[in-house]
């Protein structure tokens, strides 16, 4: 086996031993399938190719302190991954499926989940993709199903330590009544201009706007945002961000730990009133946020850590979630699957 240092892993693909796919033809599922390739052969008026039919899933397999492997809110990922594929009209993978094809290729790539203590999990991506052929802008009449998994270490270079966000006035990520919601491949090519303009400034991440009166927080590129004020946890509530199931998970920690927990609108100059900031997702995990820039009106910025290091409750949620996923405090809300 080829050695990896598990401690210094960024998010970064690195090719493991199979990956799992399933097909959907003549109006069912088939079997699932084991490949060692890393190529799908595709036939060239795919609708995913051309039309964007496409969805993916993100969710993570931790070892844990007692060596066991869990992951981490399968349940919700194989829903979410039917909402996405209702909302661009694709065959919806059966919870069970999608259940049955996590466990497989987490189960035959056992050697790639990075051991405790490192910090390291392995990240698994769920992918459904129209595959019949269509000119004309129409569902396809195929589909496939395919989950690879890969090693990975924090999302953003810094690990848990506060980065700066931007708010860029210029771009939209996701239209109020269009797919935002839903994790489709087209909100992620339309984040991917002003992603490029955040790094080139140093920013780890766009805070993006609503994009129909500019006024409300939406989401980060690839995250939700959160607020903390004292006991308060806040977050945007918003038709075109993603659903995302560690906010969901954070929002239910946060309460049992005493928080009170909101789910609103939030008016970008609100920002001013708040002690701590952080994004949060599966990749993200809980990623403090140190400033945020105004990026197109100069000298307006909102600062949340002025020594570099992360707030008080930050630091209280992501310990406990991270405990949960790895096993050290206990799964009171039956989040985890335990791997056989
Ligand atoms: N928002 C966006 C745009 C994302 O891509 C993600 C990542 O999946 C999230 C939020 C976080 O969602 P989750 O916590 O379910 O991973
Ligand atoms: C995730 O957190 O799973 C994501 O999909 C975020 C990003 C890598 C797109």
Redesign the pocket.
Known sequence: MESINWSDLSFSYMKTDYNVRCYYRDGKWGELEVSSSEYVPIHMAATCLHYGQEAF???KAFRGVDGKVRIFRLD??AK?MQSSANCVLMAPVPEELFKQAVLKVVKLNERFIPPYGTGASLYIRPLLVGTGARVGVNPADEYMFLIFVTPVGPYFKAGFKPTNVAIMRGFD?AAPLGTGHV?VGG??AA?LRSGALAHENNYSAVLYLDAKEKKYLD??????FFLIKGNKYVTPASGS?????????IMQIAESLGLEVERRRIAVEELANFDEAGE?????VISPVGRIDDFDNPGVSYVFSHDGQPGKVCEKLYKTLRGIQYGEIEDKFGWNTILD
């Open positions: 899933e993100g969710l919700e990922n979410r990520r994790k909100n992620y984040s989401e980060c590129g690839p995250a939700n961000i993603l659903p995302s199931i560690t906010n969901k998970s949060c997702g599966t990749a993200a």
